[in-house]
């Protein structure tokens, strides 16, 4: 990929590489579109011959699967879809649950795509930039469409035009990445925000990050404390081929479970199947999807050291929110401004991976699986809001007191 696109970065200027007589050889530069497009199309097809090759081995050394090779590779082309959130249709119902670390997988393809384009195309300003986004990200699109035609078949069915709307999006954040670091001008795009803007989003990515740390090391803890229950039910598929695919997809939906750790930890839990919900008070869980990852659910009330657990974390998080910079000590105005901006990043923010991290996941009692969106977006922020405005009072108080103790003296 890097011979097709590290050429010269005009396709207008052309540039003269000999000179024989009066003749001059130019070389041909593929215009922007072209080289979008062959971005979008290398990196749909690196991740969709990954997917292709594991479907394939699996169906290759299962003896007693009846399905066809066509079938196999028609069921990568429905992960990779999936991957994307994209609806898939299914007798009765819908699955919509992304494995997020697939999702992850074919970002950073698509973005290591699109830098190569930026890079030699000679992106100088955030308009070039925007142009590079558009050019990987319609065709990407277009891609989704199409393999999300020719993936349906009778038992999943993606929806062709939520692939189109999903593959766009997906791109167009991973593009942007892409676009932003082969050019050079993720500083320049940084320095343009506001600065409030800017001390908001380093607050909410501090404490983001804490309640993300911790619910990886508690997700992580959790399934190996679920050991016995999560390989009682990766025996229910009796062929070695079975299990391996079972396992591969369980692998790819633990950031999925990371984030429902997160929610667990806020206290706003998450559904686990229609009217079941799982939370630090209590469980109420029913049919789950039949994986190891959904063995670790709890079934019963946290126990003190869970809750513990979750307790610091959420103080922690609360903790970095509120404490002030040691370069440049703010005033309590500027604290609480920077906060609130925090806390409407947040907001967002944790709605957003919510919506990523559940969804439907089949018919019946699976219809609704995963955080709810608004209520861990909701718990996360006044959690950490609150924290963080108690480390601030406090902050404050003891400057006014050491003042007064300097007056005195």
Same mark, same amino acid.
């Given at each position: 990929m890097s011979d097709v696109l590290d050429r010269a970065r005009s396709s207008a200027r052309g540039r003269p590489t000999s000179t024989k007589g009066a003749a001059t050889e130019v070389e041909v530069v593929a215009p922007l579109w072209a080289r979008g497009a062959?971005?979008? +199309?290398?990196?749909?097809?690196?991740?969709? &011959?990954?997917?292709?090759?594991v479907s394939l081995i699996v169906w290759a050394a299962d003896s007693q699967s009846t399905a066809s090779a066509g079938g196999a590779m028609r069921f990568a082309a429905v992960l990779w879809v999936a991957a994307h959130r994209t609806p898939l249709q299914v007798p009765d119902g819908t699955i919509a649950i992304a494995p997020l670390g697939l999702t992850v997988l074919l970002a950073l393809l698509l973005a290591r795509a699109? &830098?190569?384009? &930026?890079?030699?195309?000679?992106?100088?300003?955030?308009?070039?930039v925007a142009a590079v986004v558009a050019s990987v990200t319609a065709p990407y699109a277009v891609i989704a469409a199409i393999? &999300?035609?020719?993936a349906q078949s009778g038992g999943l069915r993606p929806i062709t035009g939520a692939a189109f709307v999903t593959g766009a999006m997906f791109a167009a954040v991973a593009a942007t990445a892409g676009a932003l670091r082969?050019?050079?001008?993720?500083? +320049? +795009?940084?320095d343009r925000l506001p600065l409030e803007l800017k001390s908001g989003l380093r607050v909410a990515g501090r404490a983001g990050g804490v309640l993300l740390a911790g619910a990886t090391v508690v997700t992580i803890v959790t399934l190996l404390a679920h050991t016995g229950a999560m390989s009682k039910t990766l025996n229910g598929y009796g062929s070695g081929p079975g299990k391996f695919a079972v396992v591969v997809i369980s692998l790819l939906l633990v950031p999925n479970a990371v984030l429902f750790? +997160?929610?667990?930890?806020?206290?706003a839990g998450f559904a686990a199947g229609s009217g079941a919900s799982v939370t630090v008070a209590g469980s109420h869980a029913g049919a789950v999807p039949a994986l190891p990852v959904f063995a670790a659910v709890p079934h019963a009330r946290a126990p003190w050291p869970v809750l513990a657990v979750a307790i610091m974390i959420m103080l922690a998080s609360g903790v970095i929110a509120g404490w002030p910079s040691a370069v440049n000590r703010p005033t309590v105005r500027e604290q609480l401004r920077t906060i609130a901006i925090a806390a409407a990043i947040l907001l967002v923010g944790a709605a957003i991976v919510g919506a990523l991290a559940g969804g439907p996941a089949g018919p019946g009692r699976l219809a609704a699986v995963g955080p709810s969106p608004w209520q861990f977006a909701v718990a996360a922020t006044v959690e950490i809001s609150v924290v963080g405005l108690i480390v601030i009072a406090g902050h404050a108080w003891i400057d006014q007191a050491r003042a007064m103790l300097r007056g005195r003296s």
């Open positions: 062959f971005a979008a +199309a290398w990196s749909t097809a690196v991740g969709l &011959a990954v997917l292709l090759v699109t &830098a190569i384009v &930026a890079r030699t195309t000679g992106c100088e300003d955030l308009g070039s393999l &999300a035609t020719v082969g050019s050079g001008l993720t500083h +320049a +795009a940084w750790g +997160a929610s667990y930890l806020t206290g």
